[in-house]
């Protein structure tokens, strides 16, 4: 099962190599040449394939439960300022994804849209400590009756070079539900209240949609 943000992508690379596969019959006689550029037009359709992947997950929703919104790995768990909405310190935690991780983010938890919007910025590698603030992002706030609101990043990252966001103010979410889509590596940061319960330590893989992050 593949994510509907890649059918471009898909459809452009399976004509790539169809095409590369024969015109190389046609037109290259030497075997090890011809073969070898079959093989990488191969390749490269395999690679994006892998990127655009949706495995079809089934989530367990419970509202008293923060659930990775991404795969990929903890990279951060510290106490920082949130300048662009909280304006207050917050618990970020921070999941880095690698250009073989699946790339879809859902919903982490339930609620209602209050904020949602995208910032044009730079492409600094995703672990950067200035990548949240500079490069290219969106922020969107969701809030429910156990939590109140929590802050979710979409950070791109050196090769992400395009973000999609479906949340909308006003828009009432489901945990575990489609909230978007980052192409090309990148990462996730969360900004929970301070004194939060985290589920996670550094290093620690996470499947978006079935880690806990934390909880009330």
């Not at 917050?90 to 983010?105: A, D, G, K, W």
């Not at 009432?172 to 996670?200: E, Y």
């Amino acid at each position: 099962m593949f994510h509907k943000e890649g059918t471009q992508s898909i459809l452009l690379g399976t004509f790539f190599t169809a095409i590369t596969v024969l015109l190389s019959d046609a037109f290259i006689d030497t075997f090890w040449l011809k073969k070898g550029i079959q093989i990488l037009a191969l390749l490269l359709l395999i690679v994006i394939l892998q990127f655009f992947r949706n495995p079809k997950r089934t989530v367990i929703q419970n509202e008293n439960q923060i659930l990775a919104p991404v795969d990929g790995k903890v990279v951060v768990i510290e106490e920082v300022y949130e300048g662009e909405y909280f304006k207050d310190k917050r618990l970020q935690i921070s999941i880095f994804m690698s250009p073989i991780n699946v790339h879809v983010t859902r919903y982490g938890w339930s609620g209602v849209v209050k904020f949602s919007k995208y910032h044009p910025g730079k492409f600094l590698v995703a672990w950067h400590p200035k990548a949240s603030e500079e490069n290219e992002r969106t922020t969107v706030v969701v809030e429910n009756a156990t939590f109140g609101a929590l802050l979710y990043r979409q950070i791109a990252g050196a090769l992400a070079r395009r973000i999609v966001n479906y949340a909308e103010e006003g828009m009432q979410v489901v945990q575990g539900t489609d909230a978007g889509f980052i192409k090309f590596g990148s990462r996730v940061d969360l900004f929970l209240p301070i004194g939060t319960p985290i589920n996670v330590v550094l290093n620690q893989k996470a499947i978006g949609g079935k880690t806990i992050i934390a909880t009330k």
